[in-house]
């Protein structure tokens, strides 16, 4: 099953890019360089990208423009990017984020 966003109302038409590999969760996956990151994880049936703080209820695809934080992920080690905006670069490594996404949050 394929999901990969090829053209949104609002961010705009993804042209068509070379392939590049990045990591998620420790797997490697295809992905377009300069799609949105949530675009390439979807394409990829990838479709939990965090878990909130108090309930650790599976978050993912929300707005879809950058205006809430569903699609919050660690993204080179950095927690709480958009993935919905933000685009995908050769060699990325990406993770699932577990409340805050601070390492070592006692609360995840």
Known sequence: MCLRVD????????????TVEITVDGKKIQ???GEKI???????GIIVNRY???RKEPR??????GQC???AM?????PNVRTCITPVK???VIETQHGLGKRGDIRD
């Open 74 to 78: 660690i993204v080179n080690g950095k």
């Open 90 to 92: 050769e060699g990325m």
């Open 31 to 33: 992905a377009k360089e």
């Open 7 to 18: 053209d949104h109302v609002i961010l705009g038409s993804n042209e068509p890019g070379k």
């Open 60 to 65: 993912g695809l929300f707005c879809g423009i």
């Open 69 to 71: 934080t569903d699609c």
């Open 38 to 44: 949530l675009a390439a994880l979807l394409a990829n």
């Open 52 to 54: 909130t703080v108090k």
